[in-house]
């Protein structure tokens, strides 16, 4: 059986950053992904799926120099974003957080962006397996090498210290932190794909170059049922973009109290579309009665999982600790970290997991919980409070929220909620509602399950 200081499952963003940094550190490190085949790497690799934007500021919280990064990954600079409610819109050309980066953010071609964290994991001397499916983990924490990691080959893989970083399907995850739960209480109260995930879809489309803009994000909000479902348009190159939507898992028409209300649904429609469907109808309602569709927005069948469309589970719920005193780190979507309100988490798995990798080398994993909180905590507060005012928004509710973000942008230049600027009496509830839910979420905690329920 081989020994290693560091053993990591899932080779996403993740995984790769918690590799660099724990090699970098001395550990002897091994990352264990499993593969998934994309039109868009030769071989196989980590999953991949993104719609790939990255704001200002998320690059700074990813810890990431921009400058180092190869040709070919960053895809389109961006300069605003736009949210379209079913009759306002609004344009934000700024999001009002300090940053390095001076554009509002970039779309980046997420499969080379793993990769080039895989070769740089490499470089630093870890070991990328790939092709290589993780069934379980068994701990025994009396032993040196605390945790067994058992591979769907037959083979073992035997370590001091276990990173999870398999993502939001947490297959591994939640019975390797089962073992630390009292009772019968699991991981999957809390964590289960179904529960606590929301459903991601896209396709790579070619978009008419007079109608492609290469510098904006667009998000159309109040346009399709259920908490935090919305579809988007991400730009990347040569005229593609990625036209994606995340919606709940599970949710069926006779949830929907007003169907009339939503752009995307029709009086016709016996049950929910499919997430293609709503993106049919999108594309159409906005630019049907000058093109045709399938002939002027063709799928990019070169790109994507395959035949230019992918699926994939978007993490949407609250973060969990980790039973540090058994030296298990979780990071990532496994972690719970990623916003499916703004689809934001590339930053926030990397750095999570570059932190874990880090102070599993050198000896300090008892740590981790305190310093993810220091580091990342105040965004992942930011999007749990917006996610959570949004919850049970109407349609009208998002045009009154765009309305209001028009006049407060006319009184104050960019920041839509961080600042106190007036914006009448609509600006300042809003702005009282986010402070409120985060005041909350700070004082009562916002973690799942803490660090003081695990039984070790
Ligand atoms: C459609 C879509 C759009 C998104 N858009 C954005 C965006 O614009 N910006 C942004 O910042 N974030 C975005 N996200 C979120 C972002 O992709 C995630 O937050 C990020 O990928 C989480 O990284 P991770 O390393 O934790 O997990 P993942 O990237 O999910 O990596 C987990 C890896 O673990 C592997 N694995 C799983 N189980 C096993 C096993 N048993 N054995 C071995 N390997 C295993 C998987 O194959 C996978 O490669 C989007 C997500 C989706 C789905």
Redesign the pocket.
């Known amino acids: 059986m081989e020994h290693v200081d560091v053993a990591i ?7 790769t950053s918690a590799a660099i940094e724990a090699a970098y550190h001395g550990a002897d490190t091994v990352v ?5 085949p994309r039109a868009d790497r030769e071989g196989l690799g ?9 704001l200002d500021y ?1 690059i700074d919280i990813m810890d990431l120099d921009v400058s180092e990064l190869p040709e070919g990954v960053v895809l389109q600079e961006l300069d605003g974003v736009d949210f379209i409610g079913p009759a306002t819109t609004t344009h934000m050309s700024s999001t009002g957080i300090d940053s390095s980066y001076d554009r509002f953010g970039f779309t980046f071609q ?1 499969a080379r962006m793993d990769d080039w964290l895989r070769e740089r994991a490499e470089d630093e001397g870890a070991q990328y397996r790939v092709g ?4 379980g983990v068994d701990s025994d924490l009396d032993a040196e090498y605390r945790h067994t990691v058992h591979l769907a080959d037959g083979e073992d893989v035997a370590a001091r210290y276990l990173i999870l ?5 947490r ?2 995850t939640i019975p390797t932190l089962d073992q630390f739960l009292p009772g019968d209480r699991s991981v999957a109260d809390v964590m289960a794909s179904t529960k606590a995930n929301h459903i ?3 396709e790579h489309r070619r978009v008419p170059e007079e109608v492609f803009e290469e510098n904006v994000l667009k998000f159309w909000w109040g346009w399709m049922p259920g908490e935090t479902a919305y579809p988007w348009i ?1 730009p990347n190159d040569g005229n593609i973009a990625r036209i ?1 939507l ?1 919606m709940p898992i599970g949710m069926t028409l006779e949830d929907v109290e007003h169907p009339e209300a939503f752009r995307l649904l029709e009086p016709g429609d016996e049950s929910l579309p499919r997430a293609g469907e709503y993106i049919r109808r999108l594309l159409e309602i906005e630019y049907g009665d000058e093109y045709d569709i399938e002939e002027d927005f063709p799928l990019v069948e070169d790109r994507g999982k395959s035949g230019g469309t ?1 699926t ?4 949407s719920t609250r973060p969990i600790d980790s039973p540090v005193e058994a030296g298990v780190a979780v ?4 972690m719970g ?2 916003s499916a309100f703004h ?7 990397a750095r999570s ?1 570059k932190l874990a990798g880090r102070l599993a080398a050198v000896d300090s994993l008892h740590r981790y919980n305190d310093v993810w909180k220091n580091i990342i905590g105040e965004e992942l507060v930011r999007n749990l409070s917006f996610a959570d005012i949004v919850k049970s928004y109407e349609p009208d509710d998002w045009d009154r929220t765009f309305g209001i973000a028009n006049d407060l942008m006319a009184d104050a230049a960019s920041e839509l909620i961080e600042t106190n600027f007036s914006g009448g009496i609509g600006g300042l509830k809003l702005v009282y509602q986010y402070k409120k839910r985060k005041r909350s979420f700070m004082k009562n905690g916002y973690v799942q399950i803490r660090e003081d329920e695990y039984t070790v």
């Open positions: 499952v899932g080779g996403g963003p993740a995984g264990l992904e499993k593969g998934v980590p999953d991949s799926t993104d719609a790939a934007g990255m998320w997420r290589v499916s993780v069934r970083s398999d993502g939001p399907q297959t591994v991601a879809y896209q991400f994606g995340t992918e994939y589970p978007i993490s990071t990532g979507g496994a970290t990623t689809e934001g988490g590339y930053h926030v798995a997991g």
